[in-house]
């Protein structure tokens, strides 16, 4: 059974810092490219990082210099770590896992069920 479990969400002053946490499980998780999205209220879920199982990584312009990606695949988990927080920086936070290289190119996308983010004073 695939799990994806966000945490490490919570209120933040603007300026102020946080972490948050992805744990997999039940897939092969050094195949996947690991993400984090974002949907603020009224607006379209957008990409905000990723990394590759190469570990390249890519950053939304509006977070660069701000936030960081991580994953460690010995634990099964994926990081961001966000700095600077903005109160524009509101929002569910998603984990994502997929697309997945070859040879599981076919292996479908995973959603975790997000983590809400709000900066605010």
């Known amino acids: 059974q695939v799990q994806l479990v966000e945490s490490g969400g919570g209120l933040v002053q603007p300026g102020g810092s946080l972490t948050l946490s992805c744990a997999a499980s039940g897939f092969t998780f050094s195949f996947a490219t690991m993400s984090w999205f974002r949907q603020a209220p009224g607006k379209q879920r957008e990409l905000v990082a990723s990394?590759?199982?190469?570990?390249?990584?890519n950053y939304a312009e509006s977070v660069k210099g701000r936030f960081t990606i991580s994953r460690d695949n010995t634990d099964y988990a994926v990081y961001l770590q966000m700095n600077s927080l903005k109160p524009q920086d509101t929002a569910v936070y998603y984990c994502?896992?997929?697309?997945?290289?070859?040879?599981?190119?076919?292996?479908?996308?995973?959603w975790g069920q997000g983590a809400q983010v709000t900066v605010s004073s």
């Open positions: 994502k896992a997929g697309p997945f290289r070859p040879p599981l190119g076919g292996t479908p996308d995973y």
């Open positions: 990394i590759t199982s190469g570990d390249i990584t």
